[in-house]
Each structure stands twice: as structure tokens, then as C-alpha cells.
């Protein structure tokens, strides 16, 4: 599974993208931030707050207790900013 | 029809060559979306824009989409652009065209209001206080929701 | 800024020249009227706009003060044209710009509103069904009584 | 006192302009036009239906009991149909 990164979430985890091989029963994506940020500081800082984060999973918007089941990329980004 | 680009837009060529014989169209507004040299007190040297490519494109064409279903429209435009921008620079322009303005005006802004808060833009910007992301505004969430309960 | 006049406007030069120089400026609404080649059922082949001068001119800014009034504008422009038009010819353009996209979005609808209701132009419309006066929509009043209650 | 048709009311009346000379007591918009009226056909059809008549005092709007005193310009004309 793609995990990509996007703004402040990307600069506090450290890379723009990533690979991951998910452990069994991992099925949302709060569970999928929950196993991230175990991984280090850096996921711990990005993820501190989730009111701030927003997701996308195969590129469309998510909730955070959506399945990612059969997902192939998921994204972290804060609140949109364009316009 | 939906552009991400680094370059600018001339919005004069835009709408000529969206409205270019067709005789039908009686009302075009566009909105464009500059660089503030001045955000929330603190000033503005330049402003970097991320994007989700990929995503922005899918995103840009839904929002798109949504809008032709709501109004009668006969033709729309979104161009936004992404990299380094500098204070009076375009970032973002809508047009749209129907027979009557309401409908062009009501599209034009629903289009902003749910690009404001849906599509993977980022900006970054430069300035007398440093770097720092640009916030989400409330205000945008709201003028969004406003649609949820109007059909238009 | 206002301008009666029978030459085409450029809309791109008009935007221009309003927002040159000018960083403080974040949202440019445009709205631009055109002639149908069709209306209520009718072919149209040309157009014709009369008008009141003297009384044109100060009723365009009398709407433009009022907007400026009631909205936060850096700049706003609004350019009639009169004498005669074909089908897809540019009619009238409007142009408000403002720090915040809502501000520009609202006076731009406010002053099309207004100059609907209350510029003394008439057209005249020459066609299948011989030549007609155009007749004053009520949905262009009902437009306009909006703006009465809220202020904004 | 000058007085201004446009549109249709123009095409009625059968003139663009014309200088009046009024006689004594007509105060209001409407007592001018049930003067004009009586100065001819033309002048009957323009003003037959006054719901569809709109004026002006000295190139302001202006309702039809409007008082018409010491106005130099009175002008009339259909509902405005630009933009």
C-alpha cells in the first residue's frame, strides 16, 4: 500500500511517500494512523492533533473510520487551502 | 473543463475561446483568485502551492461535474495554478456560462466555495513572520455547507 | 468606474488595468452580458440599445456608490454598451474587486441586480417575429428586492 | 420645462423631446401626463396603460405622484430592460 503525504503532515513525517506492508487487522484509517504512529517522533507530531488531518483513499476523500480495505494509496493532508 | 498548470491564464483568451460561436450564451462570470501581498497582518513575499496530483485533477472534475448537474450551464472552466507565485499573481480562475446570470453567478461561487474546501491545493507563504502553511479559514467551510441545504 | 459606450470592450484589458499594480486585491469578479440569438422562442438577428444619456451615467454611479457602500471594493468598473449589437456581442461588463472573494462575488450580483432594474437602457430586438421591445422580466425585480432586506 | 420619451412611449408619442409650456395647478408626474394625454392620440396610447410607465425628475427616478415642481427635465419611458 502507497501512503502519501501532503503541506505540514509531509514536512513533520519526513518524506512525501511511502511503501508500507500493513500487519493483520489494520482496517481503517484511524487504525492505519493508530499502527503510523508507532513508527516514530516524526508520524507522532504529524498525527498529534486529527482534527487537523483529512485523508483520501485511491485518491477521493475519507472519513477517518473508513475501511481501507482493497485500497492501493492513501493520503494524510491538513484542512485544503487553494482557491 | 479543468487545468492544473504552473503558468498563468489570460482571462480574456479563456472565456473567448469558451463562449467562440456560440450564440446561446447570455450571461459569463469569471472569478480570479489573486496573490496578497498582506494575509491575517503579516506580509507576503511570495507563496509556494502544493498540490495532490492526480487527485486535484479527479477532484477539480467532480466539483465540476456537481455544478453542471445543479445549473444549467452551457459551458465551465476551472484553471488553477501550483509552484511559486508572487503578490498580485492569478492563482485560480473560474468561468461560467449560462443563458441567464443566475445561474452563472450561483455556479461561479458554489464552484469557489467547494474548491475552497475540497480540492488538494496547499499554499505556503513567504513573508515578514517566515514560512508558514496557510490555515483553513471557517468561513470557507461554512459558504461550502451553504449548499447542502439549497438546491441552488 | 463607469463608461457608456457603442465600442466592444476587452475584458482581459479591462481586469488589467483595475488591478494593476494593485497587491491587495485577492478575488476579481467579472460579469459579462451577451446577446442571444434566441429569446422567448424568437430568432434574434440584431439588437438595438437605446438609452437616457445625462440620467445613464449618474444612475451607473449612483449603483456603483451604493455597492461601494455596502461592500468592501478595491476597484469596480462597469462598462454599458449601446447602439446596435448582434447576436453573441458583448452587452454590458462588470468588474468588482475585492481583498475577499464574498465581497466581490455579491457586489458584482448586486450591481447587475440594480443596473437591471434601474440603468435606463431599452432594448429592441429584430428577428423572426419582425422587430419587438423587449419586455422587463418580474424575475429581474424580484432580483432586485432581494437587497432591500438583508444588507449583505 | 422639457420633457423625454424613450423606448416605445417615444415611438408613440411620435417625438424624442419636446418643450412644454404647462398651464397653472399640474403639481405631480401624474397630473403632466393627464395634460399630455389630452393633447392628442398619440399621446393616449402612450400613457393608456401607466403600470407599464416609468419616470424621471431631472434624471432621477421618480414615483408618479412625485411632486413636479421646479423640475426643468421630466422624462418617460417603459421599464428598463439593459444588462
Not at chain 2, 27 to 56: C, I, K, N, Q, W
Not at chain 2, 86 to 109: C, G, M, Q, W, Y
Amino acid at each position: 500500500m502507497r501512503i502519501l503525504y501532503f503541506s505540514w503532515v509531509r514536512q513533520k513525517v519526513g518524506t512525501a511517500e511511502e511503501a508500507v506492508t500493513l500487519p493483520t487487522g489494520i482496517a481503517t484509517v484511524s487504525a492505519l494512523i493508530d499502527w503510523l504512529k508507532s513508527r516514530g517522533p516524526g508520524y507522532e507530531a504529524a498525527f498529534e492533533n486529527l482534527k487537523l488531518i483529512r485523508a483520501a483513499i485511491d485518491q477521493t476523500h475519507a472519513d477517518l473510520d473508513a475501511s481501507i480495505a482493497g485500497a492501493d494509496e492513501i493520503a494524510f493532508f491538513p484542512p485544503v487551502t487553494g482557491g | 473543463m479543468i487545468r492544473v498548470q504552473t503558468q498563468d491564464f489570460d482571462i480574456g483568451a479563456e472565456i473567448a475561446a469558451l463562449t467562440h460561436g456560440r450564440a446561446d450564451i447570455g450571461a459569463v462570470v469569471t472569478f480570479t483568485g489573486l496573490v496578497r501581498d498582506v494575509t491575517g497582518g503579516a506580509s507576503v513575499s511570495s507563496m509556494e502551492l502544493e498540490h495532490y496530483p492526480g487527485m486535484t485533477e479527479r477532484e477539480l472534475a467532480r466539483i465540476e461535474e456537481e455544478a453542471n448537474t445543479r445549473w444549467r450551464l452551457q459551458a465551465s472552466l476551472i484553471i488553477h495554478r501550483v509552484g511559486k507565485l508572487a503578490p498580485s499573481d492569478n492563482i485560480v480562475l473560474v468561468v461560467t456560462a449560462s443563458a441567464h446570470r443566475e445561474d452563472a453567478f450561483k455556479a461561479a461561487e458554489f464552484l469557489m466555495d467547494y474548491l475552497k474546501t475540497r480540492a488538494p491545493f496547499w499554499k505556503r507563504e513567504a513573508g515578514s513572520e517566515g514560512d508558514r502553511w496557510v490555515e483553513a479559514r471557517e468561513s470557507d467551510d461554512e459558504a461550502a455547507k451553504r449548499w447542502d441545504e439549497k438546491g441552488g
